[in-house]
Structures are given as C-alpha cells and as structure tokens.
C-alpha cells in the first residue's frame, strides 16, 4: 500500500513542464474547443479568447500533425473530451493542407492509429496515470528533471509555449530546416477523401455543441510558398466545411507580419495578437 501511496504521490508532480501533451489529458471535460495540430497549440492561446469574448471556458486541445490531423482518431478523442451538455461553446478549428493529407502511396494509412491518442482511454483524469505508465515516453525521473530543463510549457488551458534560442541564425536555420522539410513531405502526401470526410463530421458534430470557426493560422511566406504548390486552391477544398461552419478566417494574407519560431510555428511573442484578432473577428461575425 506505502509503494502505491508513494508512486501515486510522485506522478503527481507531472505537470506542463513533463511534456507537451500531459495538462490536456488530467483537465476536465470543456464546453469550447480549439483544435487542430501542433501549429495551433502553439498559435492561439485560449486565455486571450476568452478575456476578448467574454468567456471563461476555451480550452487548447490541438496536438501533433502526427496526432492529430482530422480523422476517426482525433474525432473521438475531441468526444471523449467535450462535455456532453455543451451548446453554447464556441469551437475554432484549425485547418490547412497537411491536417487533411495522408501518404500518396496508402490511402489507407493513419499514422496517428500507431500514437496514444488511439490508444488512451481517459483524457480528463488527474492524475493521469494511465498515461503517465504507458504513453510517457521519457525517464520517470525526467517528470522532475523537466520542470528546470524543459524548453515548453502546458499551461493549464492547453497553450503551448515554446522557448528557444531567437536569434537570426538560430531561426534561420529552423527555417530553412522545415521548409526543407515539407517540401519533402509534399512529394511524399496527397490530400485525403477521408480526411477530409472526418473534417466535415468533426465540424458537424461541434455545431451541435455551439457556434464553429474555421480558422487558416499564418506562416512564414517560405513555408506558405510549399502549401500553395502543394494545393493552391486550398480554400476550395474545404469549401463544403466552410458552408457548414459559421465562418472561415483565412490568416494567411497576414504571414509577413509575424516571426516564427521555425517557419511552421508562432513565435510566442505573437501569439496573442493573432488570438486578439481571432476573437476580434469571431466578435465581428456574431453582428
């Protein structure tokens, strides 16, 4: 009983510094949701929404590109987290090329079927030991270990912050190592049927919960320059999940007037001007 009492009193000490997914899977059910990949967990900070609409309860649930694009998996992990009597939330789902593409030569391969997503049962458990014993995939020790080296921090509505080095040849080169990157992958992906399907009933499935918004987040030019060649009439291919929603924001016009940690994502000294003008027009689409 004393080694159990023991074990359980050391993963409580996991926290947002453990890794970047654990503080989503110990909260509890929410009522509004951000999703989408890692582009928006670091992107858009929930705490911002709310102060700008007045709100308290929009909650960051965006993951990895490798967890969660828009498919059965991430589908019914965002079930498993809203809070059944929700109809009132407001959702804004993040969208672009990769969240909706799978590999050229498999249709029928999801990578996230191979990650804890699929595979953990409880996504609003404190602490969360199910996946602390089997999904963690670092040191037990690291759980203290990170909360003095860890360069990201979880905080408690899902944002996730980044901290690296911001000098120019530092980013530069986290720059040109993601365009790289992607251009790679998108000889590799082709935008999926499926995918998209599973967009469409995920957005369905939150307008019974409430309003939804469908939100293209910015990126630097370069990398914007590898999207637009991978499918250059993007906004047409999520046409019938814009007509469903209750808007679509597409920031991308604004690409050159953020920086980024390495071309992918927001620096988070950004991070809340794009939150502020997410909320600023999700207000102005309410008039």
Do not use: C
């Given at each position: 009983?004393?080694?159990?009492?023991?074990?359980?009193?050391?993963?409580?000490?996991?926290?947002?510094?453990?890794?970047?997914f654990y503080n989503r899977l110990v909260s509890k059910k929410q009522t509004s949701l951000i999703i989408g990949t890692s582009r928006s967990a670091q992107g858009v900070?929930?705490?911002?929404?709310?102060?700008?609409?007045?709100?308290?309860?929009?909650?960051?649930?965006?993951?990895?590109?490798?967890h969660?694009?828009?498919?059965?998996?991430?589908?019914?992990?965002?079930?498993?987290?809203?809070?059944e009597d929700s109809d009132e939330g407001i959702f804004i789902?993040?969208?672009?090329?990769?969240?909706?593409?799978?590999?050229?030569?498999?249709n029928e391969y999801f990578q996230e079927e191979d990650r804890f997503l699929n595979k953990i049962?409880?996504?609003n458990q404190y602490p969360n030991l199910e996946y602390l014993l089997f999904y963690f995939n670092q040191k037990n020790i690291d759980i203290l270990y990170n909360k003095k080296k860890s360069k990201t921090y979880l905080d408690n509505r899902g944002w996730l912050q980044v901290n690296l080095k911001w000098d120019s040849v530092s980013m530069n080169k986290r720059l040109n190592e993601k365009v790289f990157n992607y251009t790679e992958l998108s000889s590799e992906l082709k935008v999926s049927n499926i995918r998209l399907n599973w967009l469409f009933k995920t957005v369905e499935y939150l307008k019974s919960k409430g309003s939804v918004y469908i939100v293209r987040l910015p990126v630097h030019p370069m990398l914007f320059k590898v999207e637009e060649k991978y499918d250059s009439n993007f906004q047409s291919t999520i046409d019938n999940v814009i007509k469903l929603?209750?808007?679509?924001?597409?920031?991308?016009?604004m690409n050159e007037f953020y920086k980024y940690n390495?071309?992918?994502?927001?620096n988070k000294y950004y991070v809340p001007d794009v939150s502020a003008k997410i909320a600023n027009?999700?207000?102005?689409?309410?008039?």
């Open positions: 009983m004393m080694i159990f009492v023991s074990v359980y009193v050391f993963y409580m000490q996991a926290d947002g510094f453990t890794d970047p900070d929930p705490q911002v929404l709310n102060a700008f609409l007045n709100r308290n309860d929009i909650y960051n649930y965006s993951f990895t590109l490798g969660s694009p828009y498919g059965e998996v991430y589908f019914e992990s965002i079930k498993k987290k809203i809070n789902v993040t969208v672009d090329p990769w969240s909706i593409s799978v590999n050229i030569n498999n049962h409880f996504v929603s209750d808007g679509y924001y597409d920031m991308s016009f390495d071309g992918n994502h927001l027009w999700i207000n102005s689409q309410k008039k």
